[in-house]
C-alpha cells in the first residue's frame, strides 16, 4: 500500500488506467513509475521499477540504461551517414570516400580471410628479431601510442609499456607537456592480477587459456609456455600499478621529471633509446604520472628476461589487432573480453562495428555530417539557455556560502566567468587530408589511423594551447570537464530523450539534460577539479580552513557510498568515485536551482498528475537507469569513477527539495536527517 500522499494522485491515475495514462505523461517514462516501492526507501526502483522488469539487456551488450537508450538513435544516425559514404561514389582521398572506404574494409570478412595472419607478420617478424634491450627500448619507442584518454586517467587502459598524453603544463598552462603514465596489460585493472578472490583466480585461468589460443591462432611455437611467461610479466607489471583512486589525482600525477634524469629515477630501460624512437627526444621535461610505476616498470625491463618481453609485445600485437585479423582472432578476442569479463552472450554484428570502427577513427569527418543532418541550431540555443541560467545558479550558491572565505570565493566565481562551454560541436573541424585510408586494407587502416592520431598527438607539443579543442565527437552520448582548460564539452547526441526533449516541460529537461550540465559545470569545483585555479594551473587557491570543510565535507560523501553494496561480495569504493559523486550532487542541485528561477516565481504546470518538482526529480531519476550483467558490475566497481547508475540516482537524498514532493519520512531507508545530508555547494 502506497503511503505518501504525495504520490497519492499518481497512484490512483495508475490503479485506473494503466498503460494508457503512463503513456499519457509527456516527456516520462511513466510506466517505469513503480508505486509500490516507496520513494524513500529505494528511489531508483521508485522511478524505474517497471523498466527494470520490462528490459532485458540486449545479447550483444554488457549493460544497458539511458546512454545506450540514447546512443541507439544517433547510432541509427551514424548508420546512415556511414552506409551512405559507402554506397556514394566520391572523389579519392575526400573525407567521405574515407570514411566508406574504411567501413567496406572493415567489414569485408572474406578479404581478411584470404590475407590471414600476412599484414601482422612483418611486425611479429621486428619483435622476434629484438636482440637486447636497447633494441627493446626503441621497439617500444617506436610503437608509443596516443590512446589516453584524458576523460579517464584514473581508468587508463593501455596494452602498451606506457600510456602518452599530450595536455596543457598544470605549472605553466600557456604550454603544452607531454605525459608517460602506467600501462603494459592488457586486463582492465591491477585488481585482476593481483586480487586473491575465487572470482578473479578463474578470470586469471580464462585469461591464460586466451593468451595461448591467440598465440596457437598466429603459429607461434611454445604458445603454452609462452602464455604462462606473459601473464606472469603482466601480473608483475601489474603490481607496479597505481590504484583508480590515486591514478585520477592530478595533484599526485604532476611530476615535472627532466628528460636527462629519467636514466637515474626509472633505472633498467634505455630511455635514450625510447625517447629517440618515440620522437620526444626533444623534450626538457615529461610529466611522470605514476614515478612509482614507471620505475618499477623500466626495472622489470631490465630484470625480466627478453623472450619474456618479446612474447608479450607479440601477444600485445595480436590481440590489439584482432578485429582485422581472420574471425578465429576476432571470435577468441570476444570470448573473454567480451563473455568472460563483461558477460555478454553475443557479439556485436559485424555491421555495427563496422559503422563503430569507421565512426571511431574518423570521428570528427562523421561528426561533421551528423550536426549537419541532425542538429538543428534550435538545440544548441536550447542547451545554451541551460547552461547560462546553471552556471548562474552555481554563482548564486558560492555568493550564498557561509563558510566561504571572500578570497576563495573571489577565484570561484572568476572559474566561472572564464569557463568556456562547448556545445554540439567544435568551432574549427579537424582535418584528415594527411590520413590514408585504402579500400579493402583493413589491417593497414587500422595502423595508420592508430599513426596519424599519435602524430598528431605528439604534434601538439610544437603548437600554442588550443582551448578550444575538443575531445569527444559530436557523435557521442557523453560530456567532459577539462580542467586544466577550464573548458566543457556538450557532443550533439547526448542533446536528445531521454535527456533532452524540446516538446517536454522544462522541469523534465532541467532533471535531465540540466543535471549533466550542472555535473560537468561542477567538476570544476569537485576533490579534483577544485584544485585548477581560472587560469587552469593547479594550485591551491583556498584558505585552510576552506579546505578543511570542503574535505571534510567530500569525505562524508565517500562514506555514504562505501556504504551502498551493489554485489554481494563488493561495495562501491567512494574514493575512487568521490569526483563524479560531488558532480552529480553538486550537479542537480544547480540544476534544481536554475530550473526553479528560470520559473520566474509562477508555478510549475503538472504534468500526469506529478507536480514540477515530482517531475523534476523523477526525469533525474530515469536518466541513470541501468541493468547490468555480473561481470560488467563487477568490471564496473574496480575500475570506473563513476558509481553505478543506480546508486547515482541517491544522490537526491542529500538535497531538502526532494524530501517535501515525495513525503520521505525518518525510518525510511535514504532518510538523511537534516544535518546529516552532504551540502558542498
Not at 371 to 381: D, G, L, T
Amino acid at each position: 500500500m502506497i503511503r505518501r500522499a504525495a504520490v497519492t494522485a499518481l497512484a490512483t491515475l495508475l490503479a485506473v488506467t494503466p498503460l494508457a495514462a503512463q503513456r499519457a505523461i509527456p516527456g516520462l517514462d511513466a510506466a517505469a513509475i513503480d508505486t509500490t516501492v516507496r520513494p524513500g526507501d529505494d528511489f531508483y526502483r521508485y522511478a524505474n521499477g517497471g523498466w527494470e522488469r520490462r528490459t532485458q539487456i540486449p545479447n550483444d551488450r554488457s549493460s544497458y540504461g539511458s546512454f545506450n537508450i540514447a546512443a541507439e538513435r544517433g547510432d541509427a544516425q551514424v548508420r546512415e551517414i556511414v552506409h551512405g559514404a559507402a554506397s556514394t561514389k566520391t572523389a579519392a582521398g575526400s573525407e567521405t570516400r574515407k570514411i566508406g572506404d574504411y567501413y567496406t574494409s572493415f567489414l569485408d570478412t572474406a578479404a581478411i580471410a584470404a590475407r590471414g595472419t600476412a599484414p601482422i607478420q612483418p611486425l611479429l617478424d621486428t619483435i622476434a628479431a629484438i636482440g637486447d634491450k636497447s633494441a627493446l627500448a626503441r621497439f617500444i619507442g617506436a610503437h608509443l601510442r596516443a590512446d589516453v584518454d584524458p576523460i579517464n586517467l584514473g581508468t587508463l587502459h593501455t596494452d602498451n609499456l606506457f600510456g602518452f598524453w599530450v595536455t596543457q603544463d598544470f605549472n605553466r598552462p600557456t604550454r603544452y607537456s607531454a605525459a608517460l603514465l602506467q600501462g603494459g596489460i592488457e586486463m582492465p585493472d591491477r585488481s585482476y592480477y593481483l586480487d586473491e578472490s575465487p572470482k578473479m583466480a578463474e578470470v586469471r585461468t580464462a585469461y591464460r587459456a586466451h593468451v595461448a589460443k591467440m598465440l596457437s591462432l598466429a603459429g607461434i611455437a611454445g604458445a603454452e609456455a609462452k602464455a604462462d611467461s606473459i601473464v606472469a610479466l603482466e601480473t608483475r607489471i601489474a603490481g607496479t600499478h597505481w590504484k583508480v583512486e590515486d591514478s585520477e589525482d592530478p595533484a599526485k600525477g604532476n611530476n615535472h621529471w627532466a628528460r636527462t634524469d629519467f636514466p637515474s629515477k626509472a633505472p633498467g630501460l634505455d630511455w635514450r633509446a625510447f625517447f629517440a624512437a618515440a620522437g620526444i627526444a626533444d623534450q626538457d621535461s615529461l610529466l611522470a604520472w605514476q614515478p612509482s610505476a614507471i620505475t618499477g616498470e623500466a626495472a622489470l625491463v631490465e630484470s625480466q628476461p627478453l623472450e619474456s618481453w618479446k612474447g608479450l609485445l607479440a601477444y600485445h600485437a595480436i590481440e590489439d589487432r584482432a578485429a582485422v585479423l581472420p574471425s578465429a582472432f576476432d571470435r577468441e578476442s570476444f570470448a573473454f573480453f567480451g563473455g568472460t569479463l563483461s558477460g555478454a552472450p553475443e557479439q556485436a554484428s559485424r555491421d555495427r562495428r563496422a559503422v563503430d570502427a569507421a565512426s571511431d577513427a574518423l570521428g570528427f569527418a562523421v561528426g561533421h555530417q551528423y550536426v549537419r543532418r541532425y542538429f538543428p541550431a534550435s538545440a544548441k540555443a536550447n542547451a545554451q539557455r541551460m547552461v547560462a541560467g546553471i552556471v548562474a545558479a552555481f554563482q548564486k550558491r558560492i555568493d550564498a556560502l557561509d563558510w566561504m572565505a571572500p578570497s576563495t570565493k573571489a577565484e570561484a566565481k572568476a572559474k566561472l566567468r572564464t569557463l568556456r562551454v562547448s556545445i554540439g560541436y567544435p568551432d574549427r573541424w579537424p582535418s584528415y587530408a594527411a590520413l590514408r585510408i585504402a579500400a579493402g586494407d583493413a589491417y593497414g587502416n587500422a595502423e595508420r589511423v592508430e599513426r596519424f592520431n599519435f602524430v598528431k598527438t605528439r604534434a601538439k607539443l610544437h603548437q600554442p594551447v588550443n582551448k578550444d579543442e575538443w575531445v569527444m565527437t559530436p557523435q557521442m552520448v557523453n560530456a567532459v570537464n577539462l580542467p586544466a582548460m577550464n573548458a566543457l564539452n556538450f557532443p550533439a547526441a547526448i542533446l536528445q530523450p531521454p535527456f533532452f526533449d524540446a516538446t517536454r516541460p522544462d522541469a523534465m529537461n532541467y532533471g535531465g539534460i540540466g543535471a549533466v550540465i550542472g555535473h560537468e559545470v561542477s567538476h570544476s569545483f569537485d576533490n579534483l577539479g577544485a584544485n585548477f585555479d581560472s587560469k587552469g594551473r593547479l594550485r591551491n587557491w583556498w584558505t585552510e580552513s576552506d579546505f578543511a570543510h570542503f574535505q571534510a565535507s567530500t569525505q562524508a560523501l565517500a562514506r555514504q557510498y562505501d556504504a551502498y553494496r551493489p554485489l554481494t561480495d563488493m561495495s562501491i569504493n567512494g574514493q575512487q568515485t568521490l569526483s563524479e559523486d560531488i558532480a552529480d550532487l553538486a550537479g542537480v542541485t544547480a540544476a534544481y536551482d536554475a530550473w526553479k528561477a528560470s520559473l520566474r516565481g509562477k508555478p510549475a504546470r503538472e504534468a500526469g498528475g506529478l507536480t514540477g518538482d515530482q517531475q523534476f526529480f523523477v526525469s533525474f531519476g530515469q536518466i541513470w537507469r541501468t541493468k547490468f550483467r555480473e561481470p560488467a558490475l563487477r568490471r564496473q566497481l574496480l575500475t570506473n569513477g563513476h558509481a553505478p547508475g543506480p546508486w547515482r540516482a541517491l544522490t537526491v537524498r542529500n538535497l531538502d527539495a526532494w524530501y517535501g514532493p515525495f513525503d520521505v519520512k525518518q525510518g525510511e531507508t535514504l532518510y538523511l536527517a537534516p544535518g546529516e545530508r552532504v551540502r558542498i555547494w
